[in-house]
């Protein structure tokens, strides 16, 4: 089935620094929804993107629409350890209910 | 708010054996979908449903993987006969209607088939 590219598939960083992932893919979305997963977790809703273009904020994370529709990038400012967790960017095309996910970002963040 | 629960959260069970899992959307929400994720693969979507009729299953591995919806606040996904490849962690979302809604995930039930 379809995918979405994710990268990088990893990350370790020190406390306070700021983190960067993208999303991209050959098609267009409508909807693209940023989720992160904790172990032994389901995934939990961080932000979600309606428009081409649009920049939303949610804390320390901030999450844009790709103005071509096709990629999306989360950033994460001053990280902080229980921001460790996967990290997966998702799509919804039009007229479909079905949810493409990408691979996922793990990231670790050393204290 | 509850949110989507899921159970059993871990099932141990030997090949061949049938298995149900058990999904409780979240009240209000008419679409629930039943996601599989392995290491290998990542998250998949099994099958979806909406206002409890089966919309779309072309994610269902193969007959031995079935799912029902007999009303709108309960789900089951059944696996009969398991096989060791079928040990995976299983989540089932749910999201109001429209097609910009985003969908929100139980925590899963991890299955071991052995």
């Known amino acids: 089935g379809q995918q979405l590219n994710q990268s990088p598939q990893s990350m370790f960083i020190q406390e306070g620094e700021d983190v960067s992932m993208n999303c991209t893919s050959s098609?267009?979305?409508?909807?693209w929804l940023w989720y992160k997963q904790d172990p032994g977790e389901g995934p939990v809703l961080l932000i979600a993107?309606?428009?081409?273009?649009e920049l939303t904020s949610n804390g320390r994370l901030t999450a844009q629409f790709g103005i071509t529709r096709k990629d999306s990038f989360l950033n994460i400012s001053a990280s902080i350890p229980s921001d460790v967790g996967i990290y997966f960017c998702?799509?919804?095309?039009?007229?479909?209910?079905?949810?493409?996910f990408g691979k996922g970002m793990k990231l670790t963040v050393n204290p | 708010d509850a949110g989507v629960i899921q159970s059993p959260r871990h099932e141990v069970t030997e090949m061949g054996q049938e298995v149900t899992l058990r999904c409780k959307p979240i009240?209000?929400?008419?679409?629930l979908f039943w996601y599989r994720q392995t290491m290998m693969r990542g998250l998949e979507l099994l099958i979806y449903f909406n206002n409890n009729v089966p919309i779309d299953d072309s994610g269902m591995p193969e007959d031995r993987f079935s799912a029902k919806m007999p009303n709108a606040s309960f789900s089951t996904l059944k696996i009969q006969p398991s096989e060791p490849r079928d040990s995976a962690v299983y989540f089932c979302?749910?999201?109001?209607?429209?097609?910009?809604?985003?969908?929100?995930f139980g925590d899963g039930t991890r299955l071991s088939i052995l």
């Open positions: 009240s209000g929400h008419d679409y």
């Open positions: 098609s267009i979305f409508n909807t």
């Open positions: 993107l309606y428009k081409a273009g």
């Open positions: 979302a749910s999201s109001n209607s429209g097609f910009l809604r985003p969908q929100h």
């Open positions: 998702a799509g919804l095309q039009g007229g479909s209910e079905k949810l493409v």
